[in-house]
């Protein structure tokens, strides 16, 4: 969504301050209406001679757009997604080096080693469900609990190809199983629960705050502002058995149309200032170590049970994996442990 003039269709997007005079900054991100509407204003404020426009999409769909684009690109940086997509857009060449002012308070394995992008968030995987619908003593405790039969058709899952969370937590979920062929056996009795696949995150909020569906695996940041901010009847369980954290980042895209204001963005929504600000306003939890501990809120200052996870195998095989869910697993779940029993041959 861009919200800075009317256009029609995406080529009219990408003309300069939409006739005003103004330089364009166009933007990918998943990051929502709010923190994005956000920071358009808070940046032109600072910067009158600046139109920033960004575009509201999956985490996937921002790779394959930076990705199909990389002759001709279109956007100047790319503003949110999973660490994993964002070294595969590095590895095919497609981000620019840049090394913000606050790199030395990123730790290693949270940036690229080439500084072709730097992680901003740790975002943490939970269960949420509608609290109007599901008491607190039923709700699912773990990830397991979400094969339990009484959940059956009360489970709506955001379209995994779309969505860099929930591929995270799939790969999450292949990879603490014993093995590929076991992981994919949890998600097919998960499908199995599953009522639908939401296309989006609205269409996802929407569906379980009018009783839908119940439940749901989705983002603890996420969680909070539909919560808390906008009133949705949404409440979250930590699994016991730990959750994925993975870390959210931001790369100035390779050729970008307007490389200067888009580093210039880069440190503005980065800041220790602007960091404290998501924390507080958008319940994102900075990744800079140099953040005051005290100037964040209550709940971020707790440990979160991570789950080990091999970010490096959760790049290179994401994508084979995603497309094996969907061409034999998604609405099939029944069907694909039928022809895949536990006693079969494994397979990596």
Request: proline share 7%.
């Amino acid at each position: 969504m861009v919200r800075s003039c009317a256009v029609l269709g995406f080529a009219l997007l990408l003309l300069a301050g939409c006739g005003d005079g103004r330089e364009t900054l166009v933007i990918y991100s998943p990051h929502g209406k709010q923190l994005l509407g956000a920071y358009e204003d808070a940046f032109e404020q600072a910067n009158p001679g600046v139109d920033v426009q960004w575009l509201d999409m999956g985490s996937q769909e921002a790779f394959d757009r930076v990705r199909t684009e990389a002759t001709n690109p279109q956007a100047s940086l790319w503003w949110g997604a999973p660490q994993t997509m964002f070294t595969k857009a590095a590895d095919q060449d497609l981000l620019e080096p840049y090394t913000p002012t606050w790199a030395d308070a990123v730790p290693d394995g949270e940036h690229d080693p080439q500084h072709r992008w730097y992680g901003t968030y740790k975002t943490p995987e939970v269960i949420m469900y509608n609290h109007d619908a599901v008491d607190s003593t039923e709700a699912p405790t773990s990830w397991d609990d979400l094969l339990d039969p009484r959940f059956s058709d009360r489970v709506i899952i955001r379209a995994p190809l779309g969505s860099g969370t929930m591929r995270t937590i799939f790969g999450a979920m292949i990879q603490r199983a014993a093995s590929v062929e076991d992981g994919f056996r949890w998600l097919a009795r998960l499908d199995e629960n599953t009522k639908t696949y939401a296309a989006n995150p609205t269409q996802l909020y929407l569906s379980i705050a009018r009783g839908e569906g119940d439940i749901t695996l989705w983002n603890l940041p996420d969680a909070y502002l539909q919560s808390r901010d906008l009133g949705y009847p949404f409440s979250w369980v930590m699994p016991a058995e730990g959750t994925p954290v993975l870390v959210d980042a931001i790369a100035i895209v390779k050729g970008a149309p307007n490389p200067e204001r888009a580093r210039e963005f880069y440190e503005f929504v980065t800041s220790s200032e602007a960091l404290i600000e998501q924390a507080a306003q958008f319940h994102r939890i900075p990744v800079r170590t140099d953040i005051p501990v005290d100037r964040l809120p209550e709940w971020m200052r707790v440990d979160i049970p991570t789950m080990p996870m091999d970010w490096d195998l959760l790049a290179e095989r994401e994508a084979e994996w995603m497309q094996r869910w969907d061409e034999n697993v998604k609405g099939r779940g029944t069907a694909y442990l039928a022809a895949n029993p536990p006693d079969a041959v494994e397979a990596e």
